[in-house]
C-alpha cells in the first residue's frame, strides 16, 4: 500500500493534464461538419407495403436513428400497389419538399426504373432495398437472392440426407419479380453440384398462401416420395406448410423458406417443426448498413447517380439445431422500444 | 327467370339448339376432366379429386354469396374484404387476449353491421350496389387494416379450435369440402323452396313489378347482403382454419374477380333473375379442373392466366353465337 499516494498523485497529476486539454477536444471540427450535413434532412421510405414485418422493422430502427441525427422521415404505403407507389414516388419527386434520399422496395425490375432516374436528376439520392431492379441506385442494401437460393438449396439437400428419394419441389413466386428469378437461379446453381437430386416441380404461388397450399397438394399426390420443399417467400410457406400438414408428411418433408427474421413468422415455426430451415436476412443489420450509406451519401457531396455499391446483408440458413433465442428479432418489442421514446 | 328453374328434362340437355352458358361450361369441364384423366398420371385418383374440390371450396362458398346476390340483382364487392378482416379482427382480438366468445360475438357484430349498412344503402337510400359495395369494401380493409390489426398477416393462436378445426377430416375429406357441400345444400333449399328464396327471382328479374305485387323487396335485399356478410366470414375462418393465419394481402388480389367470374361463367346472369347453385357448382368445377390440370403439367403462373382465360373467354364467346342478344332477350340492366 505504500505505493497509494504515488498513484494517486499520478492520477491527480494525469487527470489534472487531461482536463487541461479538455477544451481542445470539444474543438473537434466534426460533429459540426455531421450535425450540418445531416440536420433536417428528409428521407423517404416506400416500401412494397407498411403492413409487413420486414417494412415495420425497417422504420422502427430508421426512425431511431434518424431522430438521433435530426433528420425527417417520412414513409409511404402502396399496400402492395405498383401504381400507388409509383404515384407516391412521382408526388414525393415533384412535392415542393423534395427529399434528400428516397429508399425504395422496388416491386419488379422495371415498374420504377424511370421514375428512380428521374429522382436521380432532381438532385435525390436513391437507396434500393431487399429488391434488385434494372436500375443504377446510388446503393443497393439488401439480400443476394442468387446467393439466398444457393443457400435454401444447401440447406434442402441436406435437410433431405443421402438416404433420401432426393425429390425435390419448388414454390416459386413468380416470373417477373428479381427475387424469384434470381432465387431459382441460386437453387438450380448449386443442385447442379448434386446431379442426384432432382427438381420434379416449380408451380408459382403468386405469393399467395392458399395458392401455395393448393400448388404443394398437387405436388405431393403427384410425387409422394419427395424429400423437401422450397417456398420462396415465408409470407405464403404458410400455404406449403398446411398442405404438408394436411398429408401427414411433417416428418417427411423438409420445408425450406425465406424470411426476414421476424420471431412469429420464423423462429416461432422453426422451433414448433413448421419450417426446416429459414433462410435469413439480418434485419437489424441491413437496416443499420442503410444508416451508414445515408449518412456517408449526405456528407460525400456527390451527385447522385455517381456511384453505385451493393450493400449485401449477411444470410444465413437457420434450423432447429443451430436456433437460439437471438436469432430472430421481435416486432412487438422493437415496435414498444420506439413507442416507449 | 328461365335459366332457375331445375328439372329441364334430360333430353333437351345435349340438344345444340337448347345449349347456354351453363351447359357449354360444363361439357368443357368434362371434357378437360376426361382428357386429363387418360393424358395426366396422378389426375384420376381420389386423392386428387378431392384437392380439386377442396381447391375450390372457399371461392365456391364465396360464389355461393355472390349469387343469391347476383340473383337478386346486386353485387357485392365487399365480400373479399370482409372475409378477410373480419378474421383478422377476430385473429387480433384473440392475440391481445380477449376471451374467445367476447371476441366472436364482436366480430359477428360488425360483419352484421356491414351487411346491414350495404343492405341499407342499396335498398332505401337506393344508391347502385356496385359503388356502396366498393366503398363499404375500401372502408373495412381501411379501417381494420390501419384500427385494429398490427399486421397484414395474423396469426392463429397456439393450441386455438380453429387449428384443430383445419384439420379435421371425415373419409380423408377436408372439413370445408363438407362445409361447402352443406351450404350450397342449405342455399339451394333457401332459393328454391322458401317463400322469400322464390321472391328473390322475381325481385331480380323485375324489382317494380315485384314491388307492385305486395312482396317486400327492400327487406329482402337488406337481408341479402347480410346473407352474403355472413357467407364471407365463414369463407374467411375456413381459410384461417387451413394456413393457421389470414394474410390480409388477399383484399388486393384477383380473388373478386374470380368470385364473380365462377358466378357468371356458370352461367349466373349479371342482369339478375337466372341462375342458381348448380351454375355457382360448374363454375367452380370448370376453376378447379382447369388449375389442377393446369398445376400437373407445371405451367408457369402467366400461361395459366393465359389459357384460364382463353377458356372462359371461349365459352362466353360460344355463349354468344348460340344465345344472341336481341331486344327480347336484353334487359335494362344488362352489364
Keep these: 500500500m505504500k505505493y497509494l499516494p504515488t498513484l494517486l498523485a499520478a492520477a491527480a497529476a494525469l487527470s489534472a493534464s487531461f482536463f487541461a486539454t479538455a477544451p481542445q477536444a470539444a474543438d473537434d471540427p466534426s460533429p459540426a461538419v455531421y450535425a450540418e450535413a445531416l ?26 436513428e434518424v431522430d438521433a441525427f435530426g433528420g425527417i422521415l417520412e414513409t409511404r404505403d402502396p399496400n402492395w400497389s405498383v401504381e400507388a407507389g409509383a404515384q407516391a414516388i412521382t408526388e414525393v419527386i415533384s412535392s415542393e419538399t423534395k427529399p434528400d434520399v428516397l429508399i425504395i422496395m422496388s416491386f419488379d425490375l422495371n415498374s420504377y426504373s424511370k421514375l428512380m432516374k428521374r429522382a436521380q436528376a432532381e438532385g435525390i439520392y436513391v437507396v434500393l432495398i431487399d429488391n434488385p431492379a434494372n436500375f443504377k441506385p446510388d446503393a443497393y442494401v439488401g439480400s443476394d437472392w442468387t446467393q ?194 | 327467370m328461365q335459366g332457375g328453374v331445375p328439372g329441364n328434362d334430360m333430353k333437351s340437355w345435349l340438344n345444340w339448339k337448347e345449349m347456354n352458358q351453363e351447359r357449354i361450361v360444363l361439357l368443357i369441364a368434362i371434357l378437360i376432366f376426361i382428357v386429363a384423366s387418360f393424358t395426366l398420371p396422378g389426375f384420376f385418383t381420389p386423392d386428387n379429386i378431392v384437392a380439386i374440390v377442396r381447391s375450390v371450396s372457399v371461392l365456391g362458398i364465396l360464389a355461393l ?38 371476441a366472436f360475438l364482436l ?62 377430416r371425415y373419409f380423408d375429406i377436408p372439413v370445408e369440402v363438407f362445409i361447402f357441400a352443406a351450404l350450397a345444400f342449405l342455399i339451394f333449399l333457401f332459393l328454391r323452396y322458401t317463400k322469400w328464396g322464390r321472391y328473390v327471382y322475381f325481385a331480380g328479374d323485375n324489382p317494380v313489378s315485384a314491388r307492385n305485387a305486395g312482396m317486400p323487396v327492400r327487406p329482402m335485399l337488406v337481408l341479402r347482403y347480410v346473407i352474403s356478410a355472413l357467407i364471407a366470414f365463414i369463407a374467411g375462418l375456413l381459410t384461417a382454419a387451413s394456413l393457421h393465419s389470414i394474410n390480409t394481402r388477399v383484399v388486393n388480389s384477383t380473388l373478386l374477380y374470380d368470385i364473380v367470374l365462377v358466378a357468371v361463367i356458370g352461367g349466373i346472369g349479371l342482369s339478375g333473375g337466372k341462375g342458381g347453385v348448380r351454375n355457382v357448382l360448374f363454375g367452380a368445377a370448370l376453376i378447379g379442373i382447369m388449375l389442377n390440370a393446369m398445376t400437373i403439367i407445371d405451367i408457369p403462373l ?12 371461349a365459352a362466353i364467346i ?18
Design chain 1, 148 to 341: 439466398l437460393g444457393r443457400l435454401e438449396a444447401e440447406a434442402v439437400v441436406k435437410g433431405c440426407g443421402p438416404n433420401s428419394s432426393k425429390k425435390i419441389g419448388l414454390v416459386q413466386g413468380d416470373q417477373v419479380n428479381a427475387t424469384s428469378l434470381y432465387q431459382y437461379a441460386g437453387i438450380m446453381d448449386v443442385l447442379a453440384k448434386y446431379p442426384d437430386f432432382q427438381v420434379v416441380a416449380k408451380p408459382d404461388s403468386n405469393w399467395d398462401a392458399t395458392t401455395s397450399r393448393n400448388v404443394t397438394t398437387t405436388m405431393l399426390q403427384q410425387n409422394p416420395d419427395i424429400c423437401g420443399i422450397i417456398d420462396f417467400w415465408d409470407g405464403d410457406a404458410t400455404g406449403a406448410a398446411a398442405a404438408i400438414r394436411d398429408a401427414g408428411k411433417q416428418d417427411q418433408v423438409f420445408l425450406v423458406t425465406t424470411g426476414g427474421g421476424e420471431k412469429a413468422a420464423d423462429c416461432d415455426r422453426i422451433a414448433d417443426g413448421t419450417y426446416g430451415a429459414v433462410v435469413m436476412t439480418d434485419l437489424a443489420q441491413e437496416t443499420h448498413n442503410m444508416v451508414a450509406i445515408i449518412k456517408y451519401l449526405l456528407q460525400s457531396g456527390q451527385a447522385p447517380g455517381t456511384s453505385s455499391p451493393f450493400i449485401y446483408t449477411l444470410l444465413k440458413a437457420t434450423t432447429k439445431e443451430n436456433l437460439r433465442p437471438d436469432s430472430c428479432w421481435d416486432l412487438k418489442a422493437l415496435q414498444a422500444d420506439v413507442a416507449a421514446k
Design chain 2, 65 to 102: 354469396g355472390m349469387a343469391i346476390v347476383v340473383i337478386g340483382r346486386g353485387i357485392d364487392l365487399s365480400a373479399v374484404a370482409i372475409m378477410a378482416m373480419s378474421v383478422a379482427w377476430y385473429l387480433q382480438l384473440l392475440n391481445d387476449g380477449m376471451a374467445d366468445g367476447a
Design chain 2, 107 to 168: 366480430v359477428i357484430s360488425g360483419v352484421l353491421a356491414i351487411g346491414l349498412l350495404n343492405g341499407f344503402l342499396v335498398a332505401y337510400a337506393e344508391v347502385p350496389a356496385i359503388f356502396v359495395t366498393l366503398a363499404s369494401g375500401s372502408f373495412v380493409f381501411g379501417y381494420v387494416r390501419s384500427q385494429l390489426i398490427a399486421q397484414d398477416a395474423v396469426p392463429v393462436p397456439l393450441g386455438h379450435w380453429m387449428q384443430l378445426f383445419g384439420g379435421v
Design chain 1, 39 to 64: 440536420k433536417g434532412k428528409r428521407i423517404v421510405l416506400v416500401p412494397m407495403a407498411m403492413g409487413f414485418d420486414l417494412a415495420q422493422g425497417w422504420t422502427a430502427i430508421l426512425q431511431r
Design chain 2, 302 to 313: 402467366i400461361y395459366q392466366s393465359l389459357i384460364k382465360s382463353s377458356i372462359l373467354l
Design chain 2, 318 to 335: 360460344i355463349d354468344g353465337f348460340l344465345n344472341p342478344r336481341d331486344e327480347q332477350t336484353a334487359q335494362q340492366g344488362d352489364i
